[in-house]
Each structure stands twice: as structure tokens, then as C-alpha cells.
């Protein structure tokens, strides 16, 4: 069977059709500046310059300045061409044919074709502090076909490839850089920048890759992004004018709107807020109905509103509105509904409600755990919450295993083939409890062998409907917005869904 991907539109040209802000012609101070520099304010600081060793999640997007993709996605989460231009599925699914760009070049000149491919792709594969193996570990072998081919072989079908290669797995460095890709060192990429200077923790100086194949989409000469983790900071710089572009956090927006000298845009994201349950630690979690009266129990409205002064929105699904994996005739639901919470509870043979402990990252998640705490006392549910940085309350959830529960935000990653078997299969880093339910399985299973975009899009839409109706170990509580402001110098602005900065189309006014 041969199935051959529709190319005729770049992911970009679609992700530009839903820009928000001004366009990215003609600013409000006069025409557009090609050598202009932008100044990006970002809240973390980069700790690889290795995709294959990278964190992954906010670290996406920086990588992505340097590194172009082999496949790039649309704004709806579907798969579009990148550095390859096209690709064809063989062999009932199991074979991924990709069909390189011609003339594909590294920012020092040297080639890049299928061969380097190739020698990514078997290093992500096989390098032991790859983070990034497990996603690859169904591929069984690459091969070089010619120049501008690539034949990537699985152990079994799975048609959702091509998504996984428009993330970290599909990034391309320079083999001649494996060995020196921390943070320190200088990257060789084939995308829109190059870097020019570093001080690691401090500031990325980049300037445009004239020999980027669809360099016509910068409209800027260069960029300088400078790493401020204080939200507060982050405003007071783009107020004072020491920087042009800065994502913002929830409490933020509003009082930012308000200011003259900037411009706001808002838009959903592929960041959502969980509650991790493990069965291990507490038998209680592992009642269907405890978990069912845990998600009747949340008012997320409430959250929303209260905590998230309505930049986000609250949902039981792991992907935004608007994606196509997000299904719209779920749509407010569960509702909040304590009495059926404590009904449940009673169903479960807990009438007097239970206990359980929870980690938090903190401080990010605090005020939202706290919510989530205060709304499960009322159906008589006592959570104990233990706040922990960011990296303490993950080692503490899914690698010690060591607590009940875990409260987190998270990016998911574009393909929702790959977070729905983290989230909901056995053995997996997400589900530590190994919570599963046997019709979700097989639905992700299925998934893996249909070809067509749509018919596997509506599979896991199928899943949302199984999980919202049943929580297993993940139970959602909103989908968050990305927040991004900006000078009046600045256009063409808009909200990425699967994060920040994106450079393109974006143009600053002489």
C-alpha cells in the first residue's frame, strides 16, 4: 500500500493564516526594518543546545530558532512539509519513505542531505542520554535510499511518524557538532537563525540564515533573546523598551491590555494543568468512581476565573480548542457537581470522603493547587499538599514514585498519538501507576495503523470522550493560553499552540 501526503501547503503559510495582531507588512512607526534586531525576553534558559538531550517542552521552541524540522505542523496539530517536502507511507504502514528538499544547507555551507538524516536520526535513537529514544524506539532501521531519501523501517505500523518527526526527533543539527552541543557551544542548524554569540543563562544572539529554504519568512535581520525568569521583570523590560517581545503570565494580561505602549494577543496553547493519580500509594485511587468523584468535584470554571483570571480554558481534554484531536461535544464537560462527587465516594464505599498527598510544582502551580484542594474538601476529600520545585516534584511523581498524587502543567507535544500512551498505557513515564483501561488501549492502538490524518484525529477525539467519561491516571483540569506582548514597533505578532518564541512573519517597524 502506498500512501502519498498532500505537500501543497507549508506548515507556516498555515500557521500565518491565523495571526493575530497587526500584519507583517508596514508598522505603526513607518516600513519594516530587514535588519532589524528583536529583542526577546524568554523565561528559561536554554540547557542544550542537543535536541536529542534536550528537556523538551518550553526548550522546543528556542531549539527551533536553529534547527529546522524535518516535518513542520499545522496550526490544527496535522502534519505539513518541513526540510522534507513530502513522504510516502509502504509496506501496510510499517516503511516511511521522506523525500529531502533539494539543496538543503547547514548555516556554514555544508550539505544537508539524506545521509546526515540518517546519522540524527540513528544517534536520537541509540544515544544513552538521548531523551527522545523512547519516541523513536518502534523505528527498526534507516537507510539512505539516495541524496535526498530516507527509508525509516518500524517494527510496527504507525502512521502517526511524520508528527513525531515535526518535534525534537525531527530536528537536524550538524553531525560534526554532536560532540559539543551543550549549552556553551555554538549549533549548526538549517533554520531561520544562526547563532552568533552566547552567554549561557544570560542572552542567544542570533541573525538571519539568508540560506534557510523558506528564508523569505523572516522579516527581521537578527534577534537577541535574553533570559529573565521574573514575570515582573520580564514586563518592567518590555515597558522600559529593553525588550520589543516577551511572553506573560496569567495575572498579567489584563493590567498589561491597559498600557498604551503595548499590544497583547492571547490564544490557546498546548500547555494544560493535571492532577496525577497513582493507585500505588492509595487503593482508594484506584475505584473508577474516586476518580470520577475526583473530576465531578473540581469546579474548573472556578479555576479559570479565580486563578487563571480567565487565561485558559477549562476542560477535561489534553489538547486546545481547535485542535483537531479536541472534541467539541465535550465542551463543559464534567460539570461541577458535588453532590454526585460525594455520591460516588459513597458508591465506592468511602461515605466519610479519604486522604491522599500530592506534590506541587511550586511556585507555578501553588495558587492552582490550592483551588484543587479547597474544592475536594468540599465533597470531603482531604488533600495534602507538598510544594517542590519544578524538577524536585517531578523526580518525586514519576521517577521515585514515592507520593499519591502529583498537581503539574505541561506541554504535550504536537502528535497525540505519542501523550496518550505516556498518559494512559501501562509501563509508560507518565502513568507510574499504571493506570489503563483496555478500550482506551486498543483505541491507541488503532490509531497506530490508520492512515488517514482525519479517520485517526476522530480515534483520538474517541479517547477524550473515554477519558472525560472515565479519568483513568490523568485527570485535566484547564488548557492554558499562551500570552504574548509586544511594542507597537513590533507586527505581524500572533500566539503559537505549541509555544514560545516563533520568529516568523514577524517584521519592526524603522
Known amino acids: 500500500m502506498r500512501l502519498r501526503v498532500a505537500t501543497l501547503l507549508t506548515a507556516l503559510s498555515l500557521i500565518a493564516a491565523t495571526a493575530c495582531g497587526n500584519p507583517s507588512g508596514a508598522g505603526p512607526n513607518g516600513p519594516p526594518d530587514p535588519n532589524a534586531v528583536i529583542r526577546v525576553a524568554?523565561?528559561?534558559?536554554?540547557?542544550?543546545?542537543?535536541?536529542?538531550?534536550?528537556?523538551?517542552?518550553?526548550?522546543?521552541?528556542?531549539?527551533?530558532?536553529?534547527?529546522?524540522?524535518?516535518?513542520?505542523?499545522?496550526?490544527?496539530?496535522?502534519?505539513?512539509?518541513?526540510?522534507?517536502?513530502?513522504?510516502?507511507?509502504?509496506?501496510?504502514?510499517?516503511?516511511?519513505?521522506?523525500?529531502?528538499?533539494?539543496?538543503?544547507?547547514?548555516?556554514?555551507?555544508?550539505?544537508?542531505?539524506?545521509?546526515?538524516?540518517?546519522?540524527?536520526?540513528?544517534?536520537?535513537?541509540?544515544?544513552?542520554?538521548?531523551?527522545?529514544?523512547?519516541?523513536?524506539?518502534?523505528?527498526?532501521?534507516?537507510?539512505?535510499?539516495?541524496?535526498?531519501?530516507?527509508?525509516?523501517?518500524?517494527?510496527?505500523?504507525?502512521?502517526?511518524?511524520?508528527?513525531?518527526?515535526?518535534?525534537?526527533?525531527?530536528?537536524?543539527?550538524?553531525?560534526?557538532?554532536?560532540?559539543?552541543?551543550?549549552?556553551?557551544?555554538t549549533p549548526i542548524g538549517s533554520g531561520p537563525f544562526t547563532v552568533v554569540a552566547q552567554q549561557p543563562s544570560v542572552s542567544i544572539t542570533l541573525t538571519k540564515n539568508s540560506s534557510f529554504w523558506d528564508a523569505n519568512r523572516i522579516k527581521v535581520g537578527g534577534a537577541e533573546i535574553r533570559v529573565i525568569p521574573d514575570p515582573t521583570a520580564r514586563l518592567n523590560a518590555l515597558r522600559s523598551g529593553e525588550v520589543d517581545l516577551a511572553s506573560l503570565e496569567a495575572e498579567q494580561a489584563e493590567d498589561a491590555r491597559q498600557l498604551s505602549e503595548l499590544r497583547v494577543d492571547a490564544g490557546p496553547s498546548l500547555e494544560s494543568a493535571y492532577i496525577w493519580l497513582n493507585p500505588s500509594f492509595d487503593p482508594a485511587l484506584a475505584d473508577p468512581n474516586v476518580r470520577k468523584a475526583i473530576s465531578y468535584a473540581l469546579d474548573r470554571n472556578e479555576i479559570v476565573n479565580g486563578v487563571m483570571f480567565g487565561e485558559a480554558r477549562p476542560t477535561a481534554q489534553s489538547f486546545p480548542k481547535g485542535h483537531s484531536a479536541y472534541d467539541d461535544a465535550l465542551d463543559g464537560q464534567p460539570q461541577h457537581d458535588p453532590t454526585r462527587a460525594r455520591r460516588l465516594l459513597a458508591d465506592a464505599g468511602l461515605p466519610n470522603g479519604f486522604s491522599f498527598e500530592a506534590v506541587v510544582y511550586s511556585p507555578k502551580m501553588d495558587r492552582v493547587a490550592q483551588a484543587i484542594q479547597s474544592q475536594l474538601a468540599e465533597v470531603g476529600i482531604t488533600l495534602t499538599l507538598r510544594a517542590l520545585p519544578a524538577f524536585g516534584s517531578a523526580t518525586e511523581y514519576f521517577q521515585k514514585k514515592s507520593v499519591d498524587a502529583a498537581i503539574f502543567s505541561t506541554r504535550s507535544g504536537l502528535e497525540p498519538s505519542l501523550l496518550y500512551r505516556q498518559f494512559y498505557l501501562p509501563g509508560q513515564y507518565y502513568n507510574p501507576g499504571n493506570v489503563s483501561s483496555d478500550e482506551v488501549s486498543g483505541l491507541i492502538e488503532k490509531a497506530k495503523h490508520e492512515p488517514s490524518v482525519d479517520a485517526r484525529m476522530a480515534l483520538y477525539r474517541e479517547i477524550a470522550q473515554n477519558v472525560v467519561?472515565?479519568?483513568?491516571?490523568?485527570?485535566?483540569?484547564?488548557?492554558?493560553?499562551?500570552?504574548?506582548?509586544?511594542?507597537?514597533?513590533?507586527?505581524?505578532?500572533?500566539?503559537?499552540?505549541?509555544?514560545?518564541?516563533h520568529l516568523d512573519e514577524i517584521s519592526m517597524s524603522k
Open 42 to 185: 524568554n523565561h528559561l534558559a536554554l540547557t542544550t543546545w542537543d535536541p536529542a538531550r534536550s528537556i523538551g517542552g518550553p526548550e522546543t521552541q528556542l531549539l527551533g530558532l536553529v534547527y529546522d524540522r524535518l516535518v513542520h505542523s499545522t496550526p490544527e496539530g496535522e502534519p505539513a512539509p518541513g526540510a522534507a517536502e513530502s513522504w510516502t507511507f509502504e509496506n501496510s504502514g510499517r516503511t516511511l519513505l521522506l523525500s529531502l528538499r533539494h539543496g538543503l544547507r547547514f548555516s556554514d555551507g555544508t550539505a544537508l542531505d539524506a545521509e546526515v538524516v540518517k546519522q540524527n536520526l540513528d544517534r536520537a535513537r541509540d544515544l544513552p542520554t538521548s531523551t527522545i529514544a523512547a519516541n523513536l524506539a518502534n523505528i527498526e532501521s534507516v537507510e539512505v535510499t539516495d541524496a535526498v531519501t530516507v527509508r525509516i523501517s518500524q517494527h510496527n505500523p504507525d502512521f502517526a511518524l511524520p508528527m513525531l518527526l515535526a518535534d525534537r526527533p525531527g530536528m537536524i543539527a550538524n553531525p560534526r557538532t554532536f560532540a559539543q552541543l551543550d549549552a556553551a557551544e
Open 469 to 501: 467519561a472515565q479519568p483513568l491516571g490523568v485527570i485535566p483540569v484547564y488548557s492554558a493560553n499562551q500570552i504574548v506582548a509586544h511594542s507597537r514597533v513590533v507586527s505581524g505578532v500572533r500566539t503559537w499552540i505549541d509555544g514560545f518564541p
